[in-house]
């Protein structure tokens, strides 16, 4: 090699190359380890459908996803928002459940808002769960895996399913796959946020037994340790994420050809889908048990647990509350507590009252 190639390849190229690398994988390794602290101590918290603080993107795609979910006959249970599952990020859920099939199936709408330019992330998943916590959960999630699954989750992901009835039958092939022997009875929805956060709970905690978070601030939030932030930087490389995509759409529809189903599905990203979207003048689906908005200044409330009507407390602990439909009186139990909910600022301006959960 000639002397000129061989002082360009030194002093040019590689230092180039080495400059790039650190671009793409240290930079992000050295952010994501001293910048990103996950709250496992936020709560998730209920919110009304009319609240202003959920995004007028969420509001079309759970619009959307209800019109397919209620043609298969399932029901809203609880709308669910976080301020602070990751730095600064924020989170909004919708469950539902089939009361007819009562198969212990629960559907999740999750919405999470991108921040700093990134695309928005947002997903259906059907969930169910044996009393022995065995985790069984199908989702049409084109994000990918960063984080390891815990031993007891069992998840197919087809990425971008547009049917979701399909998607549900898919589900149902996937737990006769498994070992799910019994299912779990659903939980009251008043329970839902808090058996959920103990699961982000428990999950956090495996992984920092594996040593690969580590837990700050008393235990509120999680920070990456450099092994984990390093794989978390590799896996969201920009051909990474699309070939990762890739392969988990192939994996997909072999599992799908291998049980007796079409491989190829109509694919949709959601995520452009929700870009594009129009206004949405439409009003979201309440639930039974929900109150009006009017109706939540110094109330606490529970669903019923026969007719999953609206129960109301002037207090938390009351000993014993009636329903308002059924006429049952009941105890609030730690299965079926009475909660309240968190008022938006500007609702809270507007009944007088300061902000939080009163």
Known sequence: MPEFYRL????????????????????PTIRAVRNTRIQVSTPLKPMLPTDPRLPGGARWFFAD????????????????HSDAIAS???????????????????AAIAFV?????????????????????????????SGADILPRLPNERVLRVPGMRDLAALYSVHGLHLATTEVREKRNFPA???????????????????????AVRFTDEGRRV???????????????????????????????????????????????????????????????IPDWYPSADDTVGRWFKSCD??????????????????????LEQTPTDESPLIAFDLAPKQSERCGI???VF
């Open 65 to 80: 996803v209800w019109a397919q979910l209620e043609s298969i006959g399932f029901e809203p249970v609880i709308y669910l």
């Open 189 to 211: 929805p008043t329970q839902l946020h808090a058996d959920m956060q103990n699961a982000t709970f428990r999950r956090f905690t495996w992984l920092a037994d594996m040593g």
């Open 223 to 285: 920070r990456f340790n450099w092994r984990c932030a390093l794989g978390v930087a590799w896996k969201l490389l920009p051909i990474n994420r699309r070939s990762r995509l890739t392969l988990a759409r192939r994996r997909a529809a072999r599992w799908l050809n291998r049980h007796g189903m079409p491989g190829h599905y109509e694919y949709l990203d959601f995520a452009r889908a929700v870009a594009n979207h129009g206004a949405f003048s439409g009003n979201l689906p």
């Open 306 to 327: 026969v007719c999953r009507s609206r129960v109301a407390a002037d207090r938390p602990d009351c000993d014993v509350v009636t329903c308002s439909t059924c006429g």
């Open 88 to 106: 600064g990020g924020a989170s909004f859920l919708m469950i539902l459940e089939h009361p007819v099939n009562q198969d212990g199936v629960a």
């Open 8 to 27: 360009l390849l030194i002093f040019v190229c590689l230092p180039t190359l080495a400059l790039w690398i650190s671009y793409l994988i240290v930079g």
């Open 113 to 141: 808002p991108g921040r700093h330019g990134a695309s928005v992330q947002c997903s259906v998943e059907y969930s169910t769960e044996s009393p022995e916590r065995l985790d069984v959960t199908t989702t049409n999630s």
């Open 354 to 356: 300061r902000r939080g």
